[in-house]
């Protein structure tokens, strides 16, 4: 289980000119060394290993981010399960100061929804109201700004130097316990494909991070930032081993371009995206299961408007091979609007090439749209459902789950966690838009789509969900 690291959100040296501190090269920021962090020799500890000296250079350095945004819970979520009205809802997390002058950078889902955010920097936990610059959803970062002069920012790091092995520091205010620091190494680079956030290239740390890291700093041991801690792999909530941090050139850049405009400008294509499994590369005749498959097509896009549709799958982007949806949204995510790009992909077995000039990414919502609906009606289900309880789309749904008008189809109501459904994908919420490439209006337009289906082979199913929709397929019953 993947875990965001915040308590109480609902995830688990001075130098020249400028008062941005030293950082890799991103556009508008300087790039220089600081000195190097010497072990101190004092009498009696002229034999102990102590990391001390940079703990000292970085600790004042990481603050703590304070939140609170009032909560509501829509009323058939109150009725059904008994849930309380809401109020506010208190959060902390982490940040990092990376300006003299009290620019701060966090995680976007410690700060996303808060209506006062409270920053408190030092040793003495001195207080600042901070305002909010901008977020980037898409990396999960987001930039405080505190009114302040000669604070204790961090040197960034050159994070695309990392090497698996490296000995780095977490610091940051897990469960409240602040100013606190964790050791270990950098156990992975390039990590993705996790469905964290949009653009995923993480860092990888067995430094123990837990809630309440979110937005903190890992360090090297020259005492520069190497990345923003925002993630832990966990099966209790805790930490296991595996945390997760946004690289510190990655960082910069979003810094620079919200500093600069307010939002992080991406090249765009305009397509919903998901892995090609075995299962659907059967299904929809592709040699293998690399590229990346198109699920949706955004009305007025660039890819709409050359042509692309769901059920294309996209294997080739401005001359970079696409092994997986990770691989695309990074290589548009580097391109900026306008850009012109080449495309290649296959539709019904053939391999198909276009030029296109990307868009712009439109501004994103900085928070989920709630939870899996509760049951309000029920339809019996058939064979290649097996175990799942079905309802139409009326209007009570479409206010629950927030549907788009053009979205029709049967609302999944319940699902036995035992079932080929769930085993495939299917959850309580989805709405099944789609069977075989046929699109459903209700449960009985559904049912009667699957039955018509050969028992043989596995049922392709298009489903809306979150704001988006997907491809997965039921595997046949006796190849299970």
Do not use: C
């Not at 002069?149 to 961090?154: R, T, V, Y």
């Not at 890291?213 to 990345?227: I, K, P, T, Y």
């Not at 040699?287 to 042509?307: F, I, K, R, Y």
């Not at 459904?421 to 699109?439: F, W």
């Amino acid at each position: 289980m993947l875990a965001v690291a915040a308590v109480g959100m609902a995830l688990t040296q001075k130098g020249g000119g400028s008062d941005i501190m030293p950082v890799p090269s991103p556009p508008g920021l300087g790039n220089t060394e600081p000195e190097a962090v010497t072990p101190e020799r004092q009498p009696g500890r002229e034999n102990i290993v102590s990391f001390a000296p940079v703990v000292d250079r970085v600790m004042d350095s990481v603050v703590g981010v304070h939140t609170s945004r009032l909560v509501k819970v829509p009323e058939p979520l109150r009725n059904l399960f008994g849930t309380p009205n809401g109020g506010i809802r208190q959060g902390l997390g982490s940040g990092v100061l990376v300006s003299r002058d009290g620019y701060i950078l966090t995680n976007n889902h410690v700060t996303a929804g808060a209506q006062e955010v409270t920053v408190t920097v030092g040793k003495d936990r001195k207080e600042y109201k901070a305002r909010k610059v901008g977020a980037d959803p898409g990396t999960d970062l987001s930039v405080l700004k505190i009114e302040g002069h000669d604070l204790p920012a961090i040197p960034f790091a050159d994070s695309q130097r990392a090497r698996v092995g490296d000995v780095v520091l977490a610091v940051g205010n897990p469960f409240g316990l602040t100013q606190t620091v964790t050791m270990g190494i950098i156990s992975g680079l390039r990590r993705g494909g996790m469905g964290i956030i949009d653009y995923e290239n993480f860092i990888q740390t067995d430094a123990s991070v837990n809630p309440g890291n979110s937005g903190g700093a890992l360090v090297d041991m020259n005492g520069r930032l190497v990345g923003i801690n925002t993630a832990i792999f966990s099966r209790s909530g805790g930490n296991q081993g595996i945390g997760f941090a946004i690289p510190a050139d990655l960082a910069a850049h979003v810094l620079a371009r919200i500093r600069e405009n307010g939002r992080v400008e991406r090249g765009y294509l305009g397509t919903l995206i998901q892995p090609v499994t075995k299962e659907l590369a059967a299904v929809l005749r592709l040699p293998s299961t690399d590229g990346a498959l198109v699920a949706d097509v955004t009305d007025h896009s660039p890819a709409q408007e050359n042509g692309l549709q769901p059920g294309d799958v996209i294997t080739e982007i401005a001359g970079k091979h696409i092994q997986a949806p990770r691989d695309l949204r990074l290589a548009i995510g580097d391109l900026q609007p306008g850009s012109p790009v080449s495309l290649s992909y296959i539709r019904e077995g053939k391999t198909h090439s276009i030029a296109l000039r990307l868009g712009t990414t439109p501004p994103k919502e900085e928070e989920s749209k709630g939870d899996e609906p509760p049951p309000v009606a029920e339809r019996r289900s058939e064979p290649f459902l097996e175990g799942v309880r079905l309802s139409d789309v009326d209007d009570d749904f479409r206010e629950i789950l927030d549907l788009p008008s053009k979205i029709d189809g049967a609302v999944i109501i319940d699902i036995d966690p035992l079932s080929r459904a769930y085993r495939s994908g299917l959850r309580r919420g989805h709405v099944i838009v789609e069977v075989n490439r046929t699109p459903v209006h209700g449960a009985k337009e559904l049912l009667k789509a699957g039955r018509e289906g050969k028992s043989e082979t596995p049922v392709l199913l298009r489903v809306w969900s979150g704001g988006q929709s997907q491809y997965l397929a039921i595997a046949p019953k006796d190849i299970e």
